[in-house]
């Protein structure tokens, strides 16, 4: 006997069924169709289905069916053949190819030669000299092969092994390969590695899907594979709806009432803006006119503008149906006025951006300081990459000439100079980050700024900040990279200001 739990929020339904309660599956999805009472013939000619009747508020009756639902695991184990190849198997013609995926990013290149290595790489061409940067993140080899297929060979606890991971927000069957043994990480002195997650894809070609550092030098990398399309535990789970029908009974409306009322309060929130515009711009009022259809129980809405055009509807009425799926097409664009405030106010050192999609973070101050941390449940470790100094930097451009700004006439970038951050046991020194601040000429917002963090030597760091209103103070700064109306404000950063932040471990 099927067990059922109702949950009725705002009038809407949702029903759980199972044969045993273990909570609630998300990933079955139901849909709740009200056909209406000439279609309640066809109930009696689905007799496997279960069904429940349900009584609204306001006493009205309907009579629902639910459509009965195998186990997703049982469908899988159905499927699966026991004379299928190992998913490892169908992996192996990938990891015996030459052919390697490639993520390029803004500075970083990911290379992802499957069975075989990664590796993170730059390369700067200095004339005819070409300087390279490169990291293994991980290795692997035949031997580890034969290793994973042994783990794989049961086919019945292979159904046990299969984890997954989310994909556009879809929960995927994965198969995990682990590279090890790659460049020794500096901050943890622990070798770097990489988890390389395969799902299934179709059409897919064995591209980088997305690449994320996890957790101090540990990445993750998902690959997109049509090889794991063939074995039914990697197939993509279909997402459908089952429909669940609810029949009015007696004198039941086709749709309750409160529904009904609900939508049509979604539906005048949703154009409300429309005429909320239309209503500053003329002088008159705008009128919106629901509706339900006797014969199909829709809810319909109609907009009139100006009490003398009450009497005319526009071309077209809207229904709660496809209300939903579609923007209004009256509802006009203007141009917004531009904001420089906020960039304005960075640049003045009243705020500061943060930035970073991995394990580290990183904040600038500008003309204060640059930190990278990390924040988990154990608290934030804080690392401070250099703090602003107008002595010290003046002192650094005396020592890097060229450094200083390029003339006026073909003029990029200016950098300063952030030193004295937090001491770095590999080089005995203390941590120094190079600020450049690069014009943006063609940027798709002149009130945006961007910016990235490198590492180009170990505990050096180099910060860019790319902006269009940069471009307006290039040519004032001086032959030091200076602009006075910014940097004269600022006091050099003090001991201070550095100690309040609170630094973790290295």
């Known amino acids: 006997m099927y067990k059922?739990?109702?949950?009725?929020?705002?009038?809407?339904?949702?029903?759980?069924?199972?044969?045993?309660?273990?909570?609630?599956?998300?990933?079955?999805?139901?849909?709740?169709?009200?056909?209406?009472?000439?279609?309640?013939?066809?109930?009696?000619?689905?007799?496997q289905q279960e069904e429940i009747y349900l009584t609204t508020h306001r006493n009205e009756k309907y009579r629902c069916t639910i459509p009965i639902i195998s186990s997703k695991d049982e469908e899988r184990k159905l499927d699966t053949d026991l004379t299928?190849?190992?998913?490892?198997?169908?992996?192996?013609?990938?990891?015996?190819?030459?052919?390697?995926?490639?993520r390029i990013e803004s500075y970083w290149t990911y290379e992802v030669c499957h069975g075989r290595y990664i590796k993170q790489f730059h390369e700067e061409r200095d004339g005819k000299l070409i300087k390279s940067q490169d990291f293994i993140l991980g290795k692997w080899n035949q031997s580890l092969t034969e290793k994973l297929l042994?783990?794989?060979?049961?086919?019945?606890?292979?159904?046990?092994?299969?984890?997954?991971t989310k994909v556009e927000g879809v929960k995927l069957p994965t198969l995990v390969v682990t590279m090890v043994d790659g460049t020794l990480c500096d901050l943890n002195g622990v070798p770097r590695s990489t988890r390389i997650m395969y799902v299934c894809d179709v059409q897919g070609k064995n591209e980088v899907y997305s690449l994320k550092e996890t957790m101090t030098c540990s990445y993750e990398i998902i690959i997109l594979t049509p090889l794991l399309c063939?074995?039914?535990?990697?197939?993509?789970?279909k997402q459908t709806e089952n429909p669940i029908y609810c029949y009015p009974m007696e004198n039941a409306a086709k749709k309750p009432r409160s529904l009904l009322a609900m939508e049509a309060a979604s539906l005048k929130t949703r154009y409300q803006k429309l005429g909320?515009?239309?209503?500053?711009?003329?002088?008159?009022?705008?009128?919106?006119?629901?509706?339900?259809?006797?014969?199909?129980?829709?809810?319909?809405?109609?907009?009139?503008?100006?009490?003398?055009?009450?009497?005319?509807?526009?071309?077209?009425?809207?229904?709660?149906?496809?209300?939903?799926?579609?923007?209004?097409?009256?509802?006009?664009?203007?141009?917004?006025?531009?904001?420089?405030?906020?960039?304005?106010?960075?640049?003045?050192?009243?705020?500061?951006?943060?930035?970073?999609?991995?394990?580290?973070k990183y904040e600038l101050c500008y003309g204060r300081y640059v930190r990278q941390?990390?924040?988990?449940?154990?608290?934030?470790?804080?690392?401070?990459?250099?703090?602003?100094?107008?002595?010290?930097?003046?002192?650094?451009?005396?020592?890097?000439?060229?450094?200083?700004?390029?003339?006026?006439?073909?003029?990029?970038?200016?950098?300063?100079?952030?030193?004295?951050?937090?001491?770095?046991d590999?080089?005995?020194k203390p941590r120094q980050t190079e600020v450049k601040l690069k014009c943006l000429e063609k940027a798709v917002s002149q009130s945006s700024v961007s910016l990235y963090l490198l590492e180009p030597r170990t505990c050096e760091y180099e910060l860019s900040v790319q902006s269009s209103l940069i471009c307006d103070i290039l040519n004032l700064a001086d032959e030091n990279g200076l602009v006075p109306s910014l940097f004269d404000k600022f006091a050099s950063s003090t001991s201070e200001e550095v100690n309040q932040i609170d630094l973790g471990n290295e």
Not at 84 to 96: A, E, K, N, T
Not at 230 to 237: G, W
Not at 381 to 407: C, Q, V, Y
């Open 84 to 102: 299928i190849s190992s998913p490892v198997d169908l992996l192996i013609p990938l990891f015996l190819t030459s052919s390697c995926s490639y």
């Open 150 to 164: 042994y783990e794989y060979k049961n086919i019945e606890k292979e159904h046990e092994k299969v984890q997954y």
């Open 426 to 428: 590999k080089t005995g």
């Open 230 to 237: 063939s074995h039914p535990l990697y197939k993509p789970e």
């Open 373 to 424: 941390y990390h924040i988990d449940k154990n608290g934030e470790t804080s690392l401070i990459l250099g703090a602003f100094n107008k002595e010290a930097h003046i002192e650094w451009m005396k020592k890097n000439p060229h450094k200083r700004p390029a003339p006026k006439e073909s003029r990029t970038e200016i950098i300063h100079y952030y030193t004295g951050g937090t001491h770095c």
């Open 276 to 360: 909320d515009y239309k209503k500053s711009v003329n002088d008159h009022k705008t009128f919106a006119v629901f509706k339900v259809d006797p014969k199909d129980g829709v809810l319909k809405m109609e907009i009139f503008e100006g009490a003398g055009l009450m009497e005319e509807a526009l071309k077209e009425s809207v229904s709660v149906e496809t209300a939903m799926e579609k923007e209004p097409v009256s509802n006009p664009s203007y141009n917004l006025p531009l904001d420089k405030q906020p960039v304005i106010d960075f640049l003045e050192g009243k705020n500061c951006l943060n930035g970073g999609s991995g394990w580290w």
């Open 4 to 47: 059922f739990i109702f949950l009725c929020i705002t009038n809407s339904i949702v029903i759980t069924q199972a044969k045993e309660l273990n909570g609630f599956d998300d990933s079955i999805l139901h849909s709740i169709k009200w056909p209406g009472k000439e279609n309640i013939d066809v109930v009696d000619n689905y007799n």
